[in-house]
């Protein structure tokens, strides 16, 4: 059996965490630059307040409602995370962290499945503070769904199992095909014409015409429905085959000098990333592009592919690429909102070809870029970095009302009164 | 024929870590410190017996003195932990992280500070209240320059 651990709401639990005071109130967060809302509490969800909404669209309900709002705060997330994983990496036998608050557990060859499965929330909610759910069924596609469940109804107390006929079958009459693991957006279309509803609907379409008109990744998701497994755990972490880092600007910037203030700063970060995963980039993309909502003004998008002579993992070189790219594509006239830098073709750093024409000493790029890489980590901020790179005043992330780092920095662990 | 050459750069770069016990080598006479390697302590193994659920924290105010916390100290928080008589808690009360020894009474649960200048708090129902973590250490710079 497979079982699919969700933490609820949880950017917001982790901020009631260190701020217990939020627990029954609405409580927002916000994506980067305070854009748009990334998650809710229930109360904020009761309120009808939508995922994706505009910041400034909700200004009124905010003040209205008294509603709590913060800034993401992914350093406080990820370390929470961490915490809730290896948790639960202590009590099975196998998982795959599928996201920052999702894992797919091993649970075979465990009886009493739904106390098991108390335990554990039990567990996690003491160690951590963090609430959780756990779907639990024969296939992986079936577990998310009875994971819903779980945390849609109060009656499960966060644990749903799904584990004879009657009970897969009235839990798929009851999940609309679009919210089914695998069935993305052009599925659901796809589906819909055929006059398929809900999750059983489509497990009732003959197999042949499944796997006709919808191929194998259809084929798989119709199959672990049924509750004929197709998918296992991933336990592999698979090496990124991509790196990317892009932020919106807090501002709007128009000067090429803030523009690559940005994209050095990216590909800086980008190269530190790399090295974490002992890679080198081939080839890389910068893209700059205005705001898309912002339709009263001139629109500008654009990309530009870099190859760089030799892979490498040296920042000065990456973000010298970087650069490069920048100059190609940027346009006066135009407000920029975003730009971004994309690693697209990473190689293993060992052992590369050598240029007959590569006369850099290696060893000491090396040596420099581990002391960079050492520095930055033992700050948890980049202290150390290129002049070009700026100290970003100008296009920063607007972060207004983000928490602290309590589980991160030294001089913001939580304040306790005696 | 057909051959390929390939050059490839040498990897100097990986690195592996060894303990280090080594008192030269000679032929015939090992060292009599070979068998005895072990890893150098570490702080966190000491303190920390449930890494995933351990928080740090820092003392603010003198309520605690007598016990000799005093502001600025760092605490070891467990919060797996259940609470008991005696411990010395991390709680949450009406909007405020607060530290003190838990004492269970009859009358029920009182807070109780180390400083003959605070009040003990008696916790009621009307309290917003939770027990946060449990301390399990605390930690004090004594090096004051």
Known sequence: MFGLLDCNNFYVSCERVFNPALCQKPVLVLSNNDGCVIARSNEAKALGIQMGTPAYQLKRVIEREKIHVFSSNYALYADMSGRVMQLLESCVPAMEVYSIDEAFLDLTGITQLTSFGRKIIQMVMRGTGIPVSLGIASTKTLAKVANKFAKKYQSYQHVCLIDTQEKREKALRLTNISDVWGIGHRLTEKLHQEGVKTAYDFTCLPRAWVRQNLHLGGLCVWQELQGEKCLDLEQEEMEKKQICTSRSFGEMVTELSVLKEAIATHAARCAAKLRKQNGCVVSLVVFISTNVHRTDLPQYWKSQLVSLLVPSDDTREIVTAALHGLEQIYKQGYNYKKAGVILTEIVAKVPFQQDLFDEKNHEKAFRLMQAIDQINGFYHECKIRLAVEGTGRRWRLKQEKRSLCYTTNWRELIRIRT | ?145
């Open chain 2, 1 to 145: 024929m057909n051959k390929e050459v390939k050059i490839y750069s040498a990897e100097l770069h990986a690195f592996c870590a060894l303990p280090f016990a080594d008192k030269g080598i000679r032929a015939g006479f090992p060292s009599p410190a070979q068998d005895y390697i072990e890893k150098s302590l570490d702080l966190n193994e000491a303190l920390i017996k449930h890494p995933a659920s351990t928080f740090f924290g820092r003392v603010v105010g003198d309520s605690m003195k007598d016990c000799g916390l005093e502001e600025g100290d760092i605490l070891v928080i467990d919060k797996s932990l259940t609470v008991y008589d005696g411990a010395m808690a991390v709680c949450f009360i009406d909007g405020e992280f607060t530290i003190k020894f838990i004492k269970k009474k009859a009358g029920g649960l009182w807070l109780m500070p180390a400083n003959s200048a605070y009040l003990p708090i008696q916790v009621t129902s009307e309290n917003d209240f939770m027990v946060w973590g449990i301390v399990t250490y605390s930690i004090k710079n004594r090096h004051k320059r």
